[in-house]
């Protein structure tokens, strides 16, 4: 049984900078992913990560102002943003896959992720 818990959520102003984490246990042998969904959407992949670390997908909308990184020792997944945006604003949450990989057709999906965190509140104002 997977476990995860997300920390590092807040409010922080618009180009500001917050870390995300996701506590797991677990997962050290799966692939990871972080989605975000904002109030009225439908929940939004943001970023995923291989077991390895070798493939690393990214939204459109947060490459090249996002950075996913996970430290397998601590079975952790962390999420840094950079230059946030009030569009970014989003309950954030981690997903762990089953697999130590992801199809490059899926990765993307919700549904593809077995496990899932509560979430942590992320609002930027502008």
């Known amino acids: 049984q997977v476990q995860l818990v997300e920390s590092g959520g807040g409010l922080v102003q618009s180009g500001g900078s917050l870390r995300l984490s996701c506590a797991a246990s677990g997962s050290a042998n799966y692939a990871m992913g972080w989605f975000r969904q904002a109030p009225g959407k439908e929940r939004e992949f943001v970023a995923a990560?291989?077991?390895?670390?070798?493939?690393?997908p990214y939204a459109d909308s947060v490459k090249g102002r996002f950075t996913i990184s996970r430290d397998i020792a601590k079975d952790t997944v962390y999420l840094q943003m950079r230059r946030l945006k009030p569009e970014d604003t989003a309950v954030y949450y981690c997903?762990?896959?089953?697999?130590?990989?992801?199809?490059?057709?899926?990765?993307?999906?919700?549904?593809?992720?077995?496990?899932w965190g509560r979430g942590t509140q992320v609002t930027v104002s502008s």
């Open positions: 990560i291989s077991r390895s670390g070798a493939n690393i």
């Open positions: 997903a762990s896959r089953r697999t130590e990989g992801f199809l490059s057709s899926t990765y993307f999906s919700p549904a593809d992720y077995f496990y």
